[in-house]
């Protein structure tokens, strides 16, 4: 009996491609003599001129000889055409010729890098156990390695042919290293989104690296980056340098959210809120409570703290103002004044994130710098975001693993709405996301969303917060499996799987772009959009043709 690696995959519940892809290990591993061994979900990221390619092997299988036999298993209907054999996956048109020139181009350059003199065999097979191919001379493969419904019975003696079991144990355990060091083996989603995060955490902290080597004094630095360039990274990186140097630093934002999710990886010593909490601060520390049930609250409450001096309990040696883009000029001057003589000043933005409509604040004698690479959010959404937004065509798509194209489910009326949120749901379980992995951020705000007050979705519980704070200030939320916030409430997040829901527009405006830039940049790795007709026939006029996936 073959080895399989990793293991644990008789115990995986799964249905669909991947039920079809583990009963073919079943085949396989029994099929197969214990001079092979398998590996499947063989997920893979390298830098080749400068780009990143992510992908994913079905199968590798590799004899006691250390060569090398690449399976790309296709399940279900395939189109045959011109351009060869055509997978639909995921929304768009998959080349199979192109897919598996892909793998054997750039795998077969990494192991020849670390093999030096040495060399392997490098074999593949095209398997579709579901279809008989018609035209095997135009598919753009070679017949041969063709495993079609009509021999998927003689998978298992194929590969002993294509790749005989050899002896060469020296060789074979370099092999085997570089697929399991190398390649990074990743056996499940989960798994890959921890990879990720380190990923986007190492790339995007140049920002911080190098922003930080700039000296000037006064230090006034205004930082405009687009979403997911590392403003954050270097917000905390600030932040600790500050308390480390045995200095007090005050971080500013606008949205709780974002504050609550800062103070949970910050060090003690500094003061990290709102700018409306602070002026809450510096109310009671005078001894006054506000009274939010007033109308004008917020704006009242700010009037009051206004006319209070800060002193030295509110006087700070780093102010790090985040969210720059929803400052008005008023509340520029009220947080400029908590900074001391010689404090050390930065002002971070990303004008696409303004979804209030203020005019940009006024900085004169600043120093500015501007960041235009987005290191979180899968390629296909800068890509689309790009279409989108041609005057914004300098933000750069720089995320370190690429993934599948965005999502479109579309519903014509509201009552159809939780139908097609329910789908994506499914779709997102399907590709391996787990429920914590997973966010419903909602077009709308609070008030006028279907969805955040809703308890139960289909067979999923959903989790909101409630509106109120417990005792030490922690957000309190429903019980639930999903997330579901509004695009207002989850600015400055983000999370794996994302699905952007009740959008509906009549026009797609300069606001509703950036309404939709915010959304969707909160992805990490996947992306749906549940859209109303009418939007989705806005943004399809803008990207030049149908939208993937949309019904």
């Not at 055409?81 to 010729?97: E, F, I, P």
């Not at 007709?533 to 949309?550: K, M, V, W």
Request: glycine content about 8%; some cysteine.
């Amino acid at each position: 009996m073959a080895k399989v690696f990793p293991d644990g995959w008789r115990e995986l519940e799964a249905s669909g491609a991947a039920q079809r892809e583990i009963e073919t290990l079943g085949v396989l591993s029994a099929a197969l003599p214990d001079d092979y061994t398998i590996y499947h979900s063989v997920h893979w990221t390298c830098l080749e001129q400068g780009f990143s390619i992510y992908g994913d092997v079905d199968f590798a299988v590799v004899n006691r000889a250390g060569d090398l036999l690449f399976i790309e298993q296709k399940s279900g209907f395939l189109n045959e055409g011109a351009d060869g054999l055509m997978k639909r996956q995921s929304g768009r048109s998959v080349q199979v010729a192109a897919e598996i020139s892909r793998v054997l181009h750039v795998l077969g350059g990494r192991l020849a890098a670390r093999l030096g003199e040495a060399r392997v065999r490098l074999e593949y097979l095209f398997y579709c156990p579901d279809y008989h191919i018609r035209e095997p001379q135009s598919a753009g493969l070679e017949a041969a390695r063709i495993v079609d419904a009509s021999r998927r019975d003689r998978l298992a003696a194929l590969i002993r042919e294509v790749l005989p079991a050899g002896d060469d144990a020296e060789r074979a355990l370099t092999v085997h290293r570089f697929l399991r060091d190398v390649i990074r083996l990743e056996p499940d989603v989960s798994a890959l989104i921890g990879h990720a995060r380190t990923m986007i955490t190492r790339v995007a902290g140049g920002l911080a690296h190098w922003a930080r080597q700039l000296d000037f004094q006064p230090f006034r630095l205004r930082v405009e980056g687009t979403a997911g360039s590392g403003k954050t990274q270097l917000a905390l990186a600030e932040y600790r340098a500050a308390i480390e140097a045995g200095k007090r630093p005050l971080y500013l934002c606008y949205n709780r959210p974002l504050a609550d999710q800062f103070n949970r990886v910050a060090p003690e010593g500094g003061l990290a809120l709102t700018f409306h909490a602070l002026c809450d601060r510096m109310l009671q520390a005078a001894g006054r409570t506000p009274d939010f049930g007033r109308a004008n609250a917020f704006d009242l409450l700010v009037e009051e703290a206004a006319a209070l001096p800060p002193g030295e309990a509110f006087t700070f040696e780093v102010l790090i103002v985040d969210e720059g883009q929803d400052f008005s000029e008023r509340w520029r001057d009220l947080a400029l004044r908590h900074a001391a003589t010689q404090a050390r000043i930065l002002w971070l933005e990303d004008p696409l994130q303004n979804l209030y409509g203020r005019s940009p604040v006024v900085l004169p004698g600043w120093v500015s710098l501007r960041a235009d690479s987005n290191f979180r959010s899968p390629r296909a959404v800068v890509r689309m975001l790009r279409e989108l937004m041609p005057g914004n065509a300098a933000i750069e798509a720089a995320s370190p693993i690429a993934t599948s194209e965005v999502g479109f489910l579309v519903y014509q009326d509201g009552a159809q709405m939780p139908e097609r949120v329910k789908e994506a749901i499914r779709l997102c379980y399907s590709e391996g996301f787990r429920k914590e992995d997973l966010a419903i951020v909602s077009w709308r705000g609070r008030e006028n969303s279907q969805l955040i007050h809703l308890d139960r979705l289909g067979a999923n519980t959903l989790k909101h917060f409630t509106g109120e704070y417990d005792l030490l200030g922690e957000a309190l939320y429903t019980d639930g499996d999903v997330l579901v916030e509004s695009v207002y409430r989850f600015k400055g997040q983000s999370a794996p799987a994302v699905i952007l829901a009740e959008v509906d527009l009549e026009e797609l405006d300069e606001r509703a772009l950036r309404k939709l830039f915010v959304g969707a940049t909160r992805a990490m790795l996947k992306l749906v959009i549940v859209l109303s007709a009418r939007a989705d026939a806005q943004i399809r006029s803008r990207l030049g043709g149908p939208a993937d996936g949309a019904e």
